[in-house]
């Protein structure tokens, strides 16, 4: 019997090489301290800001409590610190320190040899995310 991955349909072939290489990624990010959940995490803070959990978790597709157990991971590895906003001294802001910045750098590398960038596979993931975004299938 022949399963040889070209023939196989596609979902089933997105699936399975998004599952091999997360176990790869997912091990290496371990081996350095910085799981799948907070690299996301770090990554939206570098890149946007210091922010909110609130806004964390909306851009992030979490729920709060989610975004919350993991801040608190973060901090507690020293990765983020959370201070108080300076408007509303109820709310937090997530900020990355030196460690966690890091942390990102290394992690960064480690993608590049799991995957590195292809920019066709690369606007086709986009595309799927942006139509499931829009609440439409890709076949839509």
Not at 61 to 80: I, N, Y
Request: hydrophobic residues 40%; charged residues 35%; without cysteine.
């Amino acid at each position: 019997m022949d399963d040889a991955p070209d023939g196989w349909p596609l979902g089933r072939l997105l699936s399975a090489a998004a599952r091999a290489v997360e176990r790869d990624w997912d091990e290496r990010l371990r081996a350095i301290g910085l799981p799948h959940a907070a690299l996301i995490v770090v990554d939206i803070v570098i890149r946007t800001g210091p922010t909110g959990a609130d806004t964390l978790a909306r851009t992030a597709r979490v729920q709060p409590q989610t975004m919350s157990r993991t801040l608190e991971r973060l901090e507690r590895d020293g990765l983020v610190e959370r201070s108080p906003h300076p408007a509303d001294r109820r709310r937090r802001v997530v900020t990355v320190t030196d460690r966690g910045r890091a942390a990102w750098e290394t992690a960064r590398h480690i993608e590049r040899e799991v995957l590195p960038d292809d920019p066709a596979l690369r606007s086709a993931l986009a595309g799927i995310l942006e139509r499931d975004r829009e609440g439409r299938s890709p076949s839509n």
